[in-house]
Structures are given as C-alpha cells and as structure tokens.
C-alpha cells in the first residue's frame, strides 16, 4: 500500500554495487558533510565555551571587574529554584499544546491545499502567509487579538451590548492562546513540507482507492497518511524544539505574565541573564533546556521515529 | 458533487479567515486614525482607507483628506535600509544555504555510512542551541572581533540558523523520494550526476519549499539581528520597526512596516509555491 | 534627506546661526575636538532622529568626529557587555542605577571631571543633584528627568459622574478611598494601576507608593533594609490596598502584560479616570488627534506628599583607555551635549522640551519662557503648570535601592513577588519579609 515502504524496501535489497574509481559512499558523505559541520562548530564553539565558562562563574564588582570560579554551585542552585520548577511545566504545557495543534493544522491545510481547486496558487499564498510573518509580530498580532483593552472579542461583544472587555490574556487561558498563536505561525511550513510529500503519492494508488471504494476519510487514511508518516516525525521533532526555543513571540506578547503565567524556560533564562544580570545562572538554566530539548526529540525517535524511519 | 464542493470551499474560506484574520486585525491599525487607535473598543474596520502611514515610514509627510499632515517618521531612514539590507541578506543566506544543504540532505537521506548517528546528532544540536543563551555571548565575541553592526556577521550568524534546520527538514524529504538513483546507478551514472540530473529535479518541490524557509528565517530572524546589527548600517527590517515599539509608541507606523516585511516573503512564496507541483514522472516503482 | 530630517536640522542650524552670530568666539575654541579621534557616542532607541540631527549639528558646528548609533535589545545588559568588552564607547545614555553599577565596576569617569562642574552643579535641582550623585561623585549630565506615578486624572470622565475638585485625593488612602466611591457610582474601571509589564511596572508602582507613604525600603547611606511589617507603616499599608484592589476585581489581568506603550494607550482611550503616569505624558494625552482624552487630562496637585518618583537619564562618560588629547575631545563633547553649548545654551535639553516635553535637570531650562510655553500647550487647565512644577521639583529618589549597585537585580526580583503575591493572595507579612531577605542577600552578595 505505502510505496514509501515499498520502495525503502527495494533500496535496502538493492545490493548497492560501486563503480571502480568512485569513493566510497564514506567518503563522499564526509566530502559534503564535514564542511558544514566545521563551520558550524567553529561558529558556535565560543558562545558554547563562553556560555560554559559563565556557567562556572559568578561576577564580582568592587574592586575592577571579573569573573570568580564557582564550580557547578549555579547548576545545583537551579533546582531549588521554585520559578524554574514552574517554567518546566509552563513549557511542557506550551511545547505539547503547540505540536499537537501544528500537526492537526498542518494537514488540515495540506489537504485543503492538495485538492483541485479554482485559483489554487492565491488559496495556497494565503495560507501560507501566516509563517511569512516573523514571530515578534504574530506576538504583536495575537497580542492585539485577544487582550481586552484592544481584542475583537471585546469589540464583538460590544456590538452585541455588552459593556465590559473580554480579555483572554488571563493565568488561565494565557499559554492556550500562546500556543494557538505559535500554532498559527508554523502550521503553514509543516503543511507546505506535507503538501510536497502529498505530491509524490502515485495518483494511481488514489485510482485504486476510487475502484475499491474507499470513503474520503478510508483514502485519506489508508493512502495519503502512511507515506507522510516520517514527515510527520520530522516535523513533530522541529515543531517541537521550535516551541521549546520560542521566545521572542512570548517576550512581545505577554512578557511572560501576567505574573509569571507563561514564563517559560527561555523567559527564565532570559531574565536571569539580562534583567538579573545574572550570566552564570542563565547559562546554567540554558544548558538544562538545551538537555530537555535534545531529550524531547530523542523520546520522539523512540516512540515515534524508530518506527517510521525503518 | 456538489455537495462535496460546498464543503471543500467552506472549508477553504474557514482556512483563509484563520490564516488571514489575525494579521488584518493588527495591519488594520495602518489604515487607522492615530485617534481611533486608542478607542475602546475598537472598530472593526477603518471609515477611510488612505495610505498616510505608509508615506510617513518612508520619510514623508502626509496630509489626509480630513486635514490633518501626518510627520514623518524618525525611523524612516532605518526602515528603508532595513528593506534593502534584509533583502541582500536573505537572499545571499538563502542561496548559500541551498548550496550547502541540498547535498548534505542528501547525503544524509540516502546513503548508509559510519559516524552518521553521530554526525546528525550534531546537527541536531546546532539546531537544538537557543538563542536567548548564546545571545550574549555572541555578542561579546562579534563586539571583539568587529562584527557588530556588519552584514557579514548577520549572515554569519543567520546561517548558523538556517543550515541545521532546512537540512534536518530535507532529509525528512528526500527520504521520501522514489529511489530512482538506485537504478540509475545500476545504469552506470556517477554520484555527482545521478544528484544533479536527477535527485533535483525530482525534489524540485521540496527544494523549493527549503528555499522559502530560508529567505524567511532570514528575512524575520529577530533576536540576533536587534542585539548584533540594529542602530548600525547593517540593520534588517525587523529590528528597525522595534523603534515603534518603545516608549514613543506609533501603532499606525507599526502596523503599516509590519505590512511591509510581510510582501517581499509572500511574493517569494508565491512565485516559488508554484514549483510544488505534481511529480512529474512515471511512477518508478512498478 | 528625508524631510523632517532636514526640517530638524534648518531649524536647529537656523537657531544656532542666530544667537550665535555675535557671540564671542572663546568658548568656541574651548569646545572644539583636537585629537583628530573619533568620538563614540551610544544610546537606547528614543527619537534617534533628533539626535541625529543634533549630532550632525554639532560635528558641523564644532568640526567634530562624533560617530552615534544605538543599542537595542536589552540596553543595560548589552550595555554592560560593551563595557566588559572595552568597546569603543565614550557617552553613552544609562539610568542612574546603571550609572551606579558601571561605576563601581570602574567603567565611569564622573561628571566631575569636566571644567564646567563647578557650573553644571550649581545648575542642577537639588533632588536631582543628589539623585545622581553616588559616593560623592556626580555620575553623568542631565539627559532627562521626570516624575513616574504623576496622579493624572481624565477630567471628562471624572466630571461626568459628578466629581469635582473638592474629591481630588491629597494622599494614597484617599486614592483608593475614591476608587470604591468612583466604582459605588457605576464606573466600570476607575483606575488604571502602575502594574503593566515592563520590569519597571509593577515593581516601580510598589516603590513609588511606598515612598510617597513615606517609606524608604533600604537606607540611603548603609542599604540597609528598612522595610517593617507594623500594619499603619507604609509597606504593610500598601500591600493591603493592593490586596483589597486586586479582590474587588476592578483590574483585568491584561493590565500585567502591557508594555508601556500598552499602559499609555489604555489611559488615553478614555476608560479610565485615574491613573499613575509618567509626567511628561500629559502632552501625549491631550494631543488632539491622538487621544480619546485630548484636552481633558489633567493632574493631582501634590497634596500630602509630592507623587511619584524620579524617572531619569544620564549622559555618561567612560573611562575607556583612550588618548589624553581624546579623553579631552571626550569631555568637551559630554559638556556641549550634556549642558551648554559654543553659544553658552543649555541648547539640546531645550530642544528634547521642545520636541517631546522630554524635562530637564537644568534649572534655566525648566523655568525658561520658552518651557512654560510648551507646557502650557500641553496642559488642559492653566494652573495645572504650577502643579507641574511643584510636583516635578519635589519629587523623591528611593536612593536606597537605586544608588547601590544590585539595583538592577532587585527590581526584577520585585516584580515577581508582587505580581505572584496579588495572583496566589500571598500573605503580605511573608511578602515583606521576603523582600528584606533579598536585600540582605544582595548586601552580601557584593559585601556591603
């Protein structure tokens, strides 16, 4: 059925037979591969080495400036911390509320986009706009929506006859209405990448669905899903590290309150290093969430990737 | 059939209203008077639509019919060299990434090789860095190499971006492409030519859905750009229009550049969203 | 060139050329650059384009080499790194508890310095004076000063319910008395609180209350915390009325994520009677045209207590190791931007009157003719320029926590445990306490 499969499992019986004079695939996969690796080490080793010397150390002032060792006190101190507790669940609840609504989202929109429509380049511009917008502003656009002062919903409930401000930038609802906006925001990618998947699915198999008399969601099941599977994983992982590294949509948007409400780990972070001026616990706290994120898409791969990469 | 086509364009109004409406709503206040801004609650749509906040970010004065001259804006200047460093730098990042990533994808998706586990959690881990905790410390190094305020140093650093996150997002999809090269290697191709004449035609979709991420990873990165290049000649469109957002807020002017970085990716997106097309060869696998 | 560029530049060319014609040319000579060396100036983002113009104007003028560009971002942390760097920085802009910091950190070459001193000082209000002098030394000129928690009322809405100015409050408990009274006869929203979201919102709004009650939080001299949990003292009473504010349910939960802009826009609608600004915010309220308030805001007159606190900018001056012909092209530059210019004018800080209400330590800028023309465009009623005045002249300095070097920490840490002490209905003797344990964390954090 899946010719995703079907053909993964041609190349893996395929013995691959080497041309003389050629480099081994070894060879060639380092040839292209360990440039880019390089530059990006080289890139980002010293604000990696600079961020775990910070880690280690805690500044004086009087008398000159400089940097006194404290072994790993910043990272031990971190867990006593009850506003990093809190920003763990807070980006839990903000990570898996976002993929979760990007995925659904993102093949709603593939769908849509996929089918023969009238003027489909303009449907499909427009529903990609949302991601041409950069993340500050959608925080400045859903900041507008739903605040009271300046929402629709107040207007709305003002032509109904209301009298008073609807405001959904509560504790309660604050990180639902992050998540729909981050949702909002990446949708449009992850459905453009399933689009293109979509467009390599053999129209014959629909044929086929169409001869054996599948419903429109037994099709969509049985024929258009299973090859998206690994996309779907992929981009499950990228949503999910997007979310967990978001940050400048909730600095704009609610500057992680009201109170500490959506103070996520990168608004913790970022407060402890630039409002607490503070350097070497906010690196200690960043290497915490650059563990949690590498563990979030390693729990992805176990539980989803190994399935469908094999 | 005609029911079913009720239901897909109710579908795809209730798609575009859920794209669109947000950004109407915020965009909406360009067209808005400085005084109906600040009404409570406010109006669904503006009474008249001139286009005075556009002039004024450019630089220009503008007198509305009601009367009034809008001033120009004091972030005229930043705004304009925004549009065009943003320009001139999304394009090189996307072309250079491109470059970089469409072999290294590749590679990664379609070959069997040692240390590949560990080369790709590599990657994964360029991608996994957050900003906010390299900010500073990239800031300090670029303040002692003299990359503040370069463009170069924005590409740089945008790259870092861009490179790991459309490559992990092309090897999703060149896996997923038939494997034609196989055959074609059987056939006697090199590995340099099967790629070229025909892994990329063959991805010609995803290659370009991977270069329209680029350009708008570019064209919107945001918090590297306002603390390495903003105030300086080197600043992009996004962190110019931050100077609306201070303590001298101009929503119109806000609404009406955010407006602008909108067009340039969404005319971008439109002329490359045409290349996802149906593949177009016969179906290999038979 | 853009038009209004050109028009900032004529206009302040065109005043230069016309008191400057017959003025000797001594001063001249004194203010002009000799080094040859550039001069680095950086500020925050705030009408870059007057100080374009006015940088433009003065390398014209005094054949300058001044290269400007701002720094965006989180100013105080990039500023911070800039000075860790030794970047190339010689005046930059920063708020007195920076200024206070960078000093002891060694990045500061006091206002003292300059040849002008003498005079400068003499210049300076007195609470000013003191509120940017910090182990003695004067930290930086004046670039602004304002009052943050000026009382401004919307008169239209205050009236229209019947109120007059018999019922304006003369201290904090007659505010709140007034709040339940306004909100007794049908407004929905009687007033605006100073807890929006910035770092300076909620935590300044407590700091600004407290003072003006008469509290100090910490010592002026020692730092030492002087907060006490008495229920008639300042902070107890304070965090009562908050408490009571917040549980009466008159204050939306949006109010905590404003921006300042957020905050200003919000009063400007219309919606609320009563609210704790920034004082030079009375023009942008009854701007026509960009206010549904225009032309009916007005303000408490100082009553009891003055209200609010200072809100200011420094020019400072680094101590970057430089040229001792550039550190003199240095100070030459800080004395024509920061103070008086060739012409013997206090000309920039004018100008920021001028432009954007933006007020002025200087003595001769505040009560010149021309200031109280500005203002009083600005004002709705004639006598509210004296309140101004009176209010803006009288205002307090929480020297305690803002000439001490943990300053910067102190205010983020205020600002979570205030917004979380009205959000869990946290008990106000542990909320205090808390707040003298971080103080004495922080005093032994840097051993003082």
New interface residues.
């Given amino acids: 059925m899946a010719v995703g499969s079907a053909g993964q499992a041609i190349q893996a019986s395929t013995p691959s037979r080497k041309p003389r004079r050629e480099m081994s695939d070894t060879r060639f996969a380092f040839l292209i591969g360990l440039p880019v690796l390089v530059f990006l080490m080289l890139v980002v080793a010293y604000p990696l080495g600079y961020a775990i010397y910070m880690s280690l150390h805690q500044i004086v002032f009087f008398g000159g400036y400089r940097a006194n060792f404290v072994g790993l006190k910043n990272f031990i101190d971190v867990w006593s911390d009850k506003s990093f507790i809190n920003a763990i669940w807070i980006t839990l609840r903000f990570t898996v509320e976002s993929v979760v609504l990007t995925m659904i989202l993102g093949l709603c929109l593939a769908s849509i986009m996929n089918q023969r429509i009238r003027m489909a380049g303009l449907v499909r511009t427009l529903l990609f706009l949302p991601w041409c917008v950069s993340s500050y502003a959608a925080g400045l656009m859903f900041g507008q929506l739903v605040r009271g002062q300046t929402g629709i919903l107040t207007t709305i409930s003002f032509t109904f006859g209301g009298t008073q401000g609807v405001d959904l930038m509560g504790r309660a609802t604050v990180v639902e209405v992050l998540a729909v906006a981050n949702a909002w925001l990446m949708a449009p990618l992850v459905a453009f990448f399933l689009l293109a998947n979509m467009k390599t699915i053999p129209k014959r198999l629909y044929d086929l669905a169409a001869i054996d008399r599948l419903t429109a969601w037994e099709t969509f099941r049985y024929v258009t899903l299973p090859p998206l599977q690994f996309t779907l994983f992929v981009f499950a992982s990228i949503t999910t590290v997007l979310s967990m590294k978001m940050f400048d949509m909730i600095l704009i948007m609610t500057g992680g309150g009201p109170g500490t409400a959506s103070a996520t780990l990168t608004y913790q972070i970022y407060k402890r290093s630039f409002k607490d001026l503070n350097l070497g616990y906010g690196a200690a706290m960043s290497f915490y969430l650059l563990f949690f994120i590498l563990g979030a898409t390693f729990l992805i791969y176990l539980v989803w990737g190994r399935r469908v990469s094999r | 059939m005609a029911k079913r086509s009720i239901f897909l364009y109710l579908a795809i109004a209730v798609a575009i209203v859920w794209s669109i409406f947000p950004i109407y709503w915020f965009c909406r206040m360009a067209f808005l008077t400085p005084n109906e801004i600040r009404l409570f609650p406010q109006p669904f749509m503006p009474q008249v639509f001139e286009f005075g906040t556009f002039y004024n970010i450019f630089g220009y004065d503008y007198e509305y019919a009601a009367g009034y001259v809008s001033g120009a804006s004091g972030q005229s200047n930043q705004i304009i060299r925004g549009v065009l460093n943003g320009l001139f730098i999304s394009s090189i990042v996307t072309v250079i990434t491109l470059l970089i990533v469409v072999p290294l994808a590749y590679v990664f998706a379609r070959m069997e090789f040692r240390h590949k586990q560990k080369l790709l959690f590599a990657v994964l881990l360029a991608v996994a860095l957050p900003p906010v905790s390299t900010l500073i410390p990239f800031y300090s190094m670029y303040v002692q190499l003299g990359l503040n305020g370069t463009r170069f140093g924005l590409i740089v650093v945008t790259l870092t971006i861009t490179v790991p996150f459309v490559a992990w997002m092309l090897i999703g999809y060149f896996r997923n492409l038939p494997p034609i090269e196989r055959l074609a290697r059987i056939d006697g191709y090199s590995r340099t030519s099967c790629l070229l004449t025909l892994i990329l035609p063959l991805a010609k979709s995803g290659i370009a859905v991977a270069a329209v991420i680029a350009f708008l990873f570019s064209w919107n990165e945001y918090t590297y750009a306002l603390v390495l290049v903003n105030g300086t000649s080197a600043n992009t469109l996004p962190t110019a229009i931050s100077g609306f957002l201070g303590q001298y807020p101009e929503p119109g002017n806000l609404a009406a550049s955010v407006i602008v970085t909108i067009i340039p990716p969404a005319l971008f997106a439109y002329f490359l969203q045409r290349h996802v097309t149906e593949m177009s060869l016969v179906d290999p696998v038979r | 060139m853009?038009?209004?560029?050109f028009g900032l530049l004529a206009g302040t060319a065109g005043l230069a050329l016309m008191s400057g014609a017959g003025r000797v040319l001594a001063q001249d000579m004194d203010l002009k650059p000799t080094s040859g060396e550039t001069v680095y100036f950086r500020g925050?983002?705030?009408?870059?384009?007057?100080v374009q113009a006015n940088v433009a104007r003065y390398n014209e003028a005094m054949d300058g080499k001044v290269d400007y560009?701002?720094?965006?971002?989180?100013y105080?942390?990039?500023m911070?790194?800039?000075l860790?760097?030794s970047?190339e920085l010689d005046m930059f802009y920063a708020n007195p508890s920076s200024a206070c910091?960078y000093f002891?950190?060694?990045?500061v070459l006091p206002a003292n310095e300059l040849p002008a001193y003498a005079e400068i000082e003499a210049e300076l209000y007195p609470n000013l004076k003191d509120a940017w002098t910090y182990k003695g030394k004067l930290l930086g000129l004046s670039y602004f000063a304002s009052t943050r928690g000026t009382m401004v009322v919307n008169r239209k809405l205050f009236e229209e319910y019947g109120f007059t100015d018999a019922d304006l409050p003369k201290n904090w408990d007659e505010v709140y008395d007034l709040i339940y009274r306004m909100k007794d006869k049908g407004i929905?929203t009687p007033f605006l609180p100073h807890w929006f979201?910035?770092?300076f919102g909620i935590s300044w709004g407590f700091v600004l209350e407290v003072i003006n009650r008469g509290g100090t939080i910490a010592d002026a001299e020692t730092h030492q915390p002087t907060i006490t949990t008495d229920e008639d003292g300042p902070y107890y009473k304070t965090l009562a009325a908050w408490k009571k504010l917040w549980q009466s349910g008159m204050i939306?939960?949006?109010?905590?994520?404003?921006?300042?802009?957020?905050y200003?826009?919000?009063f400007?609608?219309?919606?609320y009677v009563m609210s704790p600004q920034q004082i030079y915010d009375i023009e942008t309220f009854n701007r026509p045209?960009?206010?549904?308030i225009a032309g009916s805001c007005s303000l408490v007159p100082m009553g009891d207590h003055p209200w609010g606190i200072i809100d200011s900018g420094l020019y400072v001056m680094s101590n970057r190791e430089r040229s001792e012909a550039l550190t003199d092209d240095v100070k030459k530059f800080v004395s024509w931007y920061g103070f008086k210019d060739q012409d013997g004018k206090i000309a920039i800080a004018q100008n920021w009157m001028q432009e954007?209400m933006l007020f002025s330590g200087y003595k001769s800028v505040m009560e010149s003719p021309e200031t109280a023309e500005r203002i009083k465009k600005a004002i709705m009623r004639p006598e509210d320029y004296d309140a101004i005045l009176k209010i803006y002249q009288n205002t307090p300095f929480p020297k305690g926590i803002w000439s001490v070097?943990w300053s910067?920490?102190f205010?983020?840490?205020l600002k979570?445990t205030l917004?979380?002490f009205?959000?869990d209905d946290g008990d106000i003797v542990e909320t205090l306490e808390a707040m003298t344990a971080k103080i004495e964390e922080l005093n032994g954090k840097?051993?003082i």
């Fill in positions: 853009k038009r209004r560029e925050w983002n705030f009408r870059t384009d007057v560009a701002t720094v965006t971002g989180d105080p942390a990039l911070e790194q800039n860790m760097a970047a910091r002891d950190a060694g990045w929905e979201g910035e770092w939306a939960q949006e109010v905590f994520t404003f921006n300042e802009g957020g200003i826009d919000a400007a609608s219309g919606r045209g960009r206010s549904q954007n070097v910067e920490e205010n983020p840490f979570e917004s979380s009205l959000f840097y051993g």
